[in-house]
């Protein structure tokens, strides 16, 4: 079973910034597809960026540019560095891990951490 522990969220200002990290108990990171979502009060969970096992990056589209996600696999650890934050980036951020696997697909969320931007 992997299990995935999302930190670093907090109270920030429009404008500054955070980095998020996902801890997961195995070694995965290097062979499943991790990613970083993000849900606010009232809104469907969004994928905020992703890294493919292989290193392909993809990012929403309202957060490209000002976010960047990165993969530590010596730490079994994900990053997703956010920068610029807006007040629209305040939600629960949630990291995933995913593999497909002999026509099964295998997915797993964290508890989540929450991120608020105020002033």
């Known amino acids: 079973q992997v299990q995935l522990v999302e930190s670093g969220g907090g109270l920030v200002q429009p404008g500054g910034s955070l980095r998020l990290s996902c801890a997961a108990s195995g070694s995965i990171t290097s062979i499943y597809d991790m990613a970083w979502y993000r849900q606010a009060p009232g809104k469907e969970r969004e994928l905020v960026a992703a890294i493919t096992s292989g290193g392909d990056r993809n990012y929403g589209d309202t957060v490209k540019g000002r976010f960047t996600i990165s993969r530590d696999n010596a730490k079994n650890t994900v990053y997703l560095q956010t920068n610029s934050l807006k007040p629209e980036g305040t939600a629960v951020y949630y990291c995933?891990?995913?593999?497909?696997?002999?026509?099964?697909?295998?997915?797993?969320w964290g508890q989540g951490t929450q991120v608020t931007v105020s002033s």
């Open positions: 995933n891990a995913q593999r497909r696997l002999l026509g099964s697909t295998f997915s797993y």
